[in-house]
């Protein structure tokens, strides 16, 4: 069956950079897109980029300056990197299975506090 | 980018009750419209995509429907288990989400 984890570490330094992996199984990386979301603790969600099936990427424009998505398909993998966190970067970082732009199957979700 | 405005903010029910949720986008998504059901500590989950067509598992009680910048997920009859956040999203462009409609029983 179709499943996505995240892993990552959940406390990141101000002004430090937030490296995240996700783990797919269940699909090839190189027939499904993956989109990374966030959500700040009791907000709506924030569409952040995407991997595309062909390798190509697509970002938030307003995270564009500091967010970089990549991917290992011989590892099932993900991966998302942003630079320059602050404390509004805090939230749950998802990664999901994104069909035809649909957000169809998602990932249980990784805590990321930015704190000192 | 599209913005989209989900209300109300909260809405509260009897198990039972016919329940209707309303988002509207700031211009015409072309019926690119999903809708996520969100229970607590837990990640989202896909209810319907493309306004109106209802993922593999989840129960007929939940409907959509809409066109250009107005969309409606129904309840039919509210269940307890549907206690929960909904938030839409867009794919027509750059993707965006509503901030949510809380939903509880009455």
Not at chain 1, 14 to 35: D, M, Q
Not at chain 1, 56 to 69: E, G, H, P, Q, V
Not at chain 1, 74 to 81: C, E, H, I, P, W
Not at chain 2, 76 to 96: G, I, K, M, R
Request: neutral net charge.
């Amino acid at each position: 069956q179709v499943q996505l984890k995240e892993s990552g570490p959940g406390l990141v330094q101000p002004s430090e950079t937030l490296s995240l992996t996700c783990t797919v199984s269940g699909f090839s990386l190189t027939s499904y897109s993956v989109s990374w979301v966030r959500q700040p603790s009791g907000k709506g969600p924030e569409w952040m980029g995407r991997m595309w099936y062909d390798g190509d990427t697509a970002y938030n424009s307003a995270l564009k300056s500091r967010l970089s998505i990549s991917r290992d398909t011989s590892k099932n993998q993900v991966f998302l990197k942003m630079n320059s966190l602050q404390t509004d970067d805090t939230g749950t970082y998802y990664c999901t299975r994104d069909h035809y732009s649909s957000l169809d199957y998602w990932g249980q979700g990784v805590m990321v506090t930015v704190s000192s | 980018d599209i913005q989209m405005t989900q209300s109300p903010s909260v809405l509260s029910a009897s198990v039972g009750d016919r329940v209707t949720l309303n988002c509207k986008a700031s211009q015409n998504i072309n019926k690119y419209l999903n809708w996520y059901q969100q229970k607590l500590g837990e990640a989202p989950k896909l209810l319907i995509y493309n306004t109106n067509n209802l993922q593999t598992g989840i129960p007929s009680r939940f409907s959509g429907s809409g066109s250009g910048t107005d969309y409606t997920l129904t309840i039919s009859s509210l269940q307890p288990e549907d206690v929960a956040t909904y938030f839409c999203f867009q794919h027509n462009s750059w993707p965006t989400f509503g901030s949510g409609t809380k939903l509880e029983i009455k």
